[in-house]
């Protein structure tokens, strides 16, 4: 069973950090690019970043550039985002997704098909 099941949500003061996980099931995690995505309320469900299945090349919307990294590790099909310096606008619900490549996370979200449940973070200031 294909499984993305993302943790480590919660309330934090602007200022702190989390670290968020995603781990993976049911497929070749190894063979597949991995994508964190946000979504606020009453707001469209938007990219934050990515990392390549074949280099763990890693690539950053410009409100987390800087701030938040994303790793992955391939012996634990996991694949992670620290979060720095968190902002009251970073609240949002978090979402993994898989791809087998990266182009797809910049076309129609309606497109990926592999996602997680979500993990809550907020932000208060």
């Known amino acids: 069973q294909v499984q993305l099941v993302e943790s480590g949500g919660g309330s934090v003061q602007a200022g702190g950090s989390l670290r968020l996980s995603c781990a993976a099931s049911?497929?070749?995690?190894?063979?597949?690019?991995m994508a964190w995505f946000r979504q606020a309320p009453g707001k469209e469900r938007e990219y934050v970043a990515a990392i390549s299945w074949n280099d763990a090349r890693t690539y950053y919307a410009a409100s987390a550039k800087g701030r938040f990294t994303i790793s992955r590790d391939n012996a634990k099909n996991t694949v992670y985002l620290q979060m720095d310096s968190l902002r009251p606008e970073d609240t949002a619900v978090y979402y993994c997704?898989?791809?087998?490549?990266?182009?797809?996370?910049?076309?129609?979200?309606?497109?990926?098909?592999?996602w997680g449940q979500g993990t809550l973070v907020t932000v208060s200031s």
């Open positions: 049911g497929f070749t995690f190894s063979s597949y690019s």
């Open positions: 997704a898989a791809s087998p490549d990266t182009v797809r996370f910049y076309g129609p979200i309606r497109d990926l098909k592999l």
